[in-house]
């Protein structure tokens, strides 16, 4: 029995370690990216409407679109004037269309059936390969924060902990 014990100490002296040693490195090397990962990303957290619509307010020669969606009222939190959004199209031609941008105008304090209205402008700038017609349906979506995985974690933990 002692004889197989100092054939494993003469093994392991002679192997010196440097598999381990590999192994701990490529672990450390591992975990040391996805904390950076953890704390450097952003992850974009949306707020996407119930529906929405374009509605066209003026004249042919002076026309206004704008977009009436409707939210549910838990998203009342997030949204503030102001707020970059985009509108898409439902419907076949949705898939052409990269969506429309839009600035989020005012939120109408009409709440029914635990939703909101909310108006958005639609941005000048913004082109759409379709036409915006009255009444045309779609989803609005607006950023409500750009947050890291670790901070979403934490804050995750930090509700759990406040449930208990």
Do not use: C
Not at 19 to 42: H, M, N, P, T, Y
Not at 102 to 118: E, M, P
């Amino acid at each position: 029995m002692s004889n197989s014990f100092h054939r494993v100490s003469q093994s392991l002296r002679r192997d010196g370690g440097w598999q381990s040693r590999v192994g701990l490195s490529i672990g450390a090397l591992l975990l040391a990216a996805w904390l950076i990962w953890a704390f450097k990303a952003e992850i974009i957290r949306y707020e996407v409407s119930l529906s929405a619509h374009v509605e066209i307010d003026g004249s042919p020669s002076q026309r206004f679109p704008r977009i009436v969606a409707e939210f549910p009222i838990s998203a009342l939190g997030g949204l503030r004037p102001g707020q970059s959004a985009r509108f898409h199209m439902r419907g076949l031609l949705a898939s052409k269309d990269g969506g429309v941008s839009a600035r989020l105008s005012r939120i109408v304090r009409t709440i029914r059936d635990g939703s909101v209205i909310i108006e958005f402008w639609i941005d000048s700038k913004s082109r759409s390969r379709m036409p915006l017609l009255n009444g045309l349906p779609g989803s609005v979506e607006v950023e409500i924060e750009r947050v890291s995985p670790a901070a979403l974690i934490l804050r995750s933990a930090g509700a759990l902990a406040s449930s208990n």
